[in-house]
């Protein structure tokens, strides 16, 4: 079964200072990028929006593992350069 980033899922992202947005357009061939949400200002920047979503998936909350699962299946390269920056992602 395909991971599904739903509306649901995006607003509770954004609420926490993060988010997947698309960068379809991305010279990456990244679909999908884990981002700081900017107009929260809760996060600095795209790298600490990483270590957030990380180490929130490391203690077992479901949105930040349902994230990295999404990125795993949907943008396996931004998946891939998260997993390099901050070790094994899987559980």
Do not use: C
């Amino acid at each position: 079964m395909t991971t599904q980033w739903t509306p649901d899922d995006v607003e509770a992202a954004l609420a926490r200072g993060w988010g997947i947005f698309d960068a379809s357009d991305s010279e990456n061939d990244t679909p999908y990028q884990l981002q700081a949400h900017n107009e929260a200002g809760l996060i600095r920047t795209d790298d600490d929006a990483w270590i957030l979503v990380v180490n929130n998936a490391r203690a077992g909350e479901p949105l930040e593992r349902k994230a990295l699962t999404f990125l795993k299946e949907h943008s396996p390269n931004e998946y891939k350069f998260i997993s390099k920056i901050h070790g094994d992602l899987e559980d």
